[in-house]
């Protein structure tokens, strides 16, 4: 059973930085994609940032940023053992949401998802 575990998120001051880390396990293989998603208060789930590998590499590969994070949050994958943490430098109230760890794979080109309990970030003015 694959399962998703986050880690880091918390409470933090405008201007100031916080990581989090997301590790799989119950997978053999590396995902197509895995990245942050989150969530705030009456919103809708939006994509953070997502890293999508062809599955050749052992880290890295074509990654996507939502423009509001540009600039201040780097995704960071490491292919091989299924974990991927975001770097969030310069953050502002507006990025305070409950955050999840996603990842998709392939299963006879139908794309299963997967997604973490969710983390809390909550940045101060």
């Known amino acids: 059973q694959v399962q998703l575990v986050e880690s880091g998120g918390g409470l933090v001051q405008a201007g100031g930085s916080l990581r989090l880390s997301c590790a799989a396990s119950?997978?053999?293989?590396?995902?197509?994609?895995m990245g942050w998603y989150r969530q705030a208060p009456g919103k809708q789930r939006e994509l953070v940032a997502e890293?999508?590998?062809?599955?050749?590499?052992?880290?890295?590969?074509?990654?996507a940023y939502a423009d509001a994070v540009k600039g201040r949050f780097t995704i960071s994958r490491d292919n091989v053992q299924n974990l991927v943490d975001l770097q969030m430098n310069s953050l502002k109230p507006e990025d305070t949401a409950v955050y999840y760890c996603?990842?998709?794979?392939?299963?006879?080109?139908?794309?299963?998802?997967?997604w973490g309990q969710g983390t809390q970030v909550t940045v101060s003015s």
């Open positions: 996603h990842a998709q794979r392939l299963s006879d080109d139908i794309p299963l998802h997967y």
């Open positions: 119950g997978i053999r293989f590396p995902f197509k994609a």
């Open positions: 890293v999508t590998s062809s599955g050749m590499r052992t880290s890295g590969g074509s990654t």
